[in-house]
């Protein structure tokens, strides 16, 4: 695989970062993964501006423009071939030659990207749907920013492979706030798609953002408010949304069916939708 860092493209064999980079040390990094469908970036628009934005929250500078990096993501895709999957992209404060927690001076950033093989389309957690179990949200306080500081997901994503479920929605004040990496929903009864509103309790999903106004479109119902677990459990459907899902339906809660137990048509329509929309 020929990956980017710095300004070249270079094997991944060789491309080398230092053990002082803050990204190591600190998490000090902030980061995007942009779908690829044939060939195509996915809703990159929406990615780079987050980008911008995580950038801005932390006083981290870009080193190089919007437009340079949607080249560098093209020219990934490229020299790799890649035809479905995603573009990785990381950007970190840098090299700072030693430990220290305050800010360097005149630390030139580490700028990353990789493309990832991946199946979007045929994947059968889209097809079957997935398990999940609910587990504490024991994550910071501003997952509004996409920092590469993700153990906590890590953590919830092992639970629940070893609870044999597929991922983990996570849990704060009784309330859902999202997956471990990806945004929660779930239908009603009536029909109508619920999920969290927008805040620095969850990230602000490209692939959500994207999908409530194609929801909007196709004149679905849509309600952005909190939900509990219970309220989960006993919903017609669940589902998730993000770039490397697109849509996955949600099937099984703590061991509970959700609805009928096998993907819902909502969440069936809503990834026709998005996938030809992206298409
Ligand atoms: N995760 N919520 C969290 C905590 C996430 O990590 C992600 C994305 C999302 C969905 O965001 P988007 O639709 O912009 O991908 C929501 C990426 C895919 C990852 O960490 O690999």
Redesign the pocket.
Known sequence: RIVYINGEYVPESEAKVSIFDRGFLFSDAV???T?VLDGKLI?NA??LA?LERSCAELELTLPVSGDQLTEIQRELIKRNGLTEG?I?LQLSRGNAGDRDFAFPENTAPTLVLFSQARALIDCPKAAKGMKVISIPDI?WKR?DI?TVG?LA?CLAKQAALAAGASDAWLIEEGYVT??????AYIVTEQGKIITRPLSND?????????LLQLAEDAQLEVEERNFTIEEAYAAKEAFV?????FVWPVIEIDGQAIGEGKPGPIAQKLREIYIKVAQ
Do not use: F, M, Q, W
């Not at 969850?202 to 994207?210: D, E, F, K, P, V």
């Open positions: 980061y995007e993964v779908a809703d929406g990615h987050r995603g990785y994550r997952r996409k993700l997901p999202e997956g471990s990496s990806n945004n969850i990230l602000h999903g490209i692939t959500r953002a994207s949304s993000s770039a490397t899902t």
